[in-house]
């Protein structure tokens, strides 16, 4: 079973790439608040580098500045790791490096290989898993292929832990945060012993935060000690302690996620308190929701899938996490629910707003849940739409500068951004034919709804979803979404934002405010009239609609996790559905959805989930 589960039915596939990238200071970061997930679990087939015709292989493996590195295996050409890290705040232009190599005790390390993958190329918020093969300088003689998992989500996200682990061994996640105050050291060390496992992390001089601030452990007895030890690494000398933490396994054995300040001992003395989160399954716990879900998935699809899906949309409202909202879509798209999810998200949002300016704000489930539809279902119509006329980007970006004070600044860029910008309209404008049905549906309920409570703003919302949420941000950071291999360079992201600026403002039927770029509101005028007419194209709903998604297994997996956060959060969404003023005056309705809770409820306690119901206060 894999550390992250995918949300698609077919798992995104990464290539090795030779292409290299200037990570210099003038890089910009657009999401600075990744979190990048790794399992190192395999290779086969190395090179032999030592005389006995085998290799002790381990593997280094490097994420911007960050870098860790797996235990070795000694005497073997298929060597077998499950090794797992998180690196946090990586950048999605940022190359994950791995280098294979063979261990030896005096002299240096011989290379067996090297694999390259750029992040750009993942999907958030999904897994990539498979075999790559490794790469090497022709007189190396590399051989052999790598085996990775890979999961790539926002750093807010805390990922669902449904681990690879070997029978009779657990699972252990500790995150271990900066200390409060560090000014009495220079060079901060954190080391984490678990049984045989040792990780250990330094602290940068700049902002205190450790290189590496989570880990996966893959523990062998219940029955052992997490000890954190905190010291000043001193190079030259002895190393000065800081003090430590113990947290005996057996304490926090029960699946959940445990966040806590600890006392600092150091000399028997609390010296201060440090943040830690650990959360621990054992190898029955790590796979006990996914039988659970497999053998009991008729009545529970049946539960989760009744009239209204309030089970489903309510989780999402309590347990606001773009990842269980992402995988509730994915579930309900291969259950073919997915427009009834969709249509009370957004009753509930408009049943609940006052006015229309504050109508799908972007945190909200509404919000999230279109978003991550339009995500799964949309981004082979954003490749067929946009990737064409990024070729004309990379191909010049110069005299693009709009501001009259950059260096660069020529006149030559308005008439060069308005030639693009129409290019981008005239694609846009043409491809509604080419949208997904679904999509378009799912647009033509949402304007009918809208209409009811706020009829003059039913297209804007329509415009702000396509272009806000999906069209633009695909047009100023099209490595995100997978529509180029190669990261735009520093003036290729300059006119890209200035294209997708003036774009959203021809969405949004608006002139500029900016002095410098009220050149551009003769676009907003020309186009106002084929903007109106594209979003009601958008919002017309097909003859005919396919709807569908994840195969079997991927659903199981799906449910799974569902599965896990619903029985976490049962008393809160007890409390959202007893609460929930659209049954009032309705006490059927009410008694309805009270008993499918019961019955979700009795199934969880009689399928041994009933841990987490008891304890679902302490991880709320």
Request: hydrophobic share 40%; aromatic share 8%.
């Amino acid at each position: 079973m894999p550390l992250f589960h995918s949300h698609s039915a077919d798992k995104t596939s990464l290539s090795h790439s030779n292409h290299k990238h200037n990570h210099g200071k003038g890089n910009v970061c657009y999401h600075p608040a990744m979190r990048l997930s790794i399992k190192v679990i395999a290779a086969r087939g190395l090179k032999s580098a030592d005389h006995n015709g085998l290799s002790d292989p381990y593997t280094v493996v490097r994420c911007g500045k960050q870098k860790t590195k797996t235990q070795v295996r000694k005497k073997t050409l298929n060597p077998k790791w499950n090794a797992s890290f998180v690196f946090e705040s990586v950048d999605t232009c940022d190359v994950l490096q791995l280098d294979v190599k063979d261990w030896n005790r005096i002299e240096k390390a011989v290379p067996l290989g090297r694999l390259e993958i750029e992040l750009s190329k993942m999907m958030p918020d999904r897994i990539a898993e498979g075999w790559h093969p490794l790469m090497g300088s022709a007189k190396d003689h590399v051989t052999g292929e790598v085996h990775l998992m890979l999961y790539l989500t926002s750093k807010g996200s805390f990922p669902v832990m449904q681990p690879t682990v070997e029978e009779g061994h657990g699972l252990l996640y500790v995150e271990v945060f900066p200390l409060l105050q560090m000014e009495v050291t220079r060079h901060p060390r954190c080391k984490i012993v678990v049984g045989d496992n040792k990780v250990v992390t330094a602290a940068t001089d700049q902002d205190r935060h450790w290189d590496l601030q989570c880990f996966y452990l893959e523990v062998e007895s219940d029955h052992d000690t997490i000890k954190i030890d905190i010291a000043d690494h001193n190079k030259l000398g002895k190393h000065i302690p800081l003090g430590k933490v113990d947290i005996a396994l057996e304490s926090v054995a029960d699946g959940l996620l445990h966040d806590h300040h600890y006392p600092l001992l150091l000399h028997k003395v609390t010296s201060q308190s440090i943040r830690i989160r650990v959360q621990y399954l054992t190898s029955t716990q790590a796979h006990k929701n996914f039988q659970i879900a497999k053998k009991f998935y008729p009545q529970l699809r049946e539960i989760l899938l009744a009239p209204d899906l309030v089970i489903l949309s309510t989780l999402c409202k309590v347990y606001d996490s773009n990842q269980v909202i992402t995988t509730v879509v994915s579930f309900a798209l291969a259950e073919h629910q997915v427009l009834s999810l969709l249509n009370q998200f957004v009753y509930r949002e408009i049943r609940n707003t006052n006015s229309d300016q504050t109508l799908f704000r972007l945190d909200s489930p509404a919000s999230k849940a279109v978003v991550a539809f339009l995500r799964v279902v949309g981004q082979p119509y954003l490749h067929e739409v946009m990737a064409p006329l990024l070729d004309q980007v990379y191909a010049d970006a110069s005299h693009a500068e709009m501001d009259p004070e950059h260096p660069k600044y020529t006149g030559e860029a308005p008439r060069k951004i308005e030639r693009l910008v129409q290019e981008y309209l005239h694609f846009i404008f043409a491809s509604a034919e080419r949208c997904p049905g679904i999509i378009r549906l799912a647009f033509s309920n949402i304007k009918e709804m809208i209409a009811v409570v706020f009829p003059e703003s039913q297209l804007k919302f329509v415009g702000a979803f396509l272009f806000l949420r999906f069209i633009c941000p695909c047009i100023v950071s099209p490595h995100e979404f997978g529509l180029v291999k190669v990261p735009p360079t520093e003036e290729m992201k300059r006119l890209l934002r200035v294209v997708g600026k003036i774009i959203q403002n021809v969405a949004n039927l608006n002139h500029f405010k900016e002095e410098n770029m009220r050149v551009f509101d003769d676009i907003v005028d020309s186009n106002r009239e084929k903007m109106l007419h594209f979003y009601s194209e958008m919002s017309s709903a097909p003859e005919a609609v396919e709807e569908g998604g994840d195969g079997e297994e991927d659903k199981v997996k799906d449910l799974a996790i569902i599965l896990k956060h619903v029985g976490c959060n049962l008393p809160r969404i007890l409390k959202e559905i007893s609460g929930d003023g659209r049954c009032q005056g309705r006490p059927d309705k009410i008694a309805e959805e009270m008993t499918h809770y019961a019955r979700l409820k009795i199934l969880l306690e009689e399928t041994a989930l009933d841990v987490l119901v008891d304890k679902s206060e302490e991880e709320v």
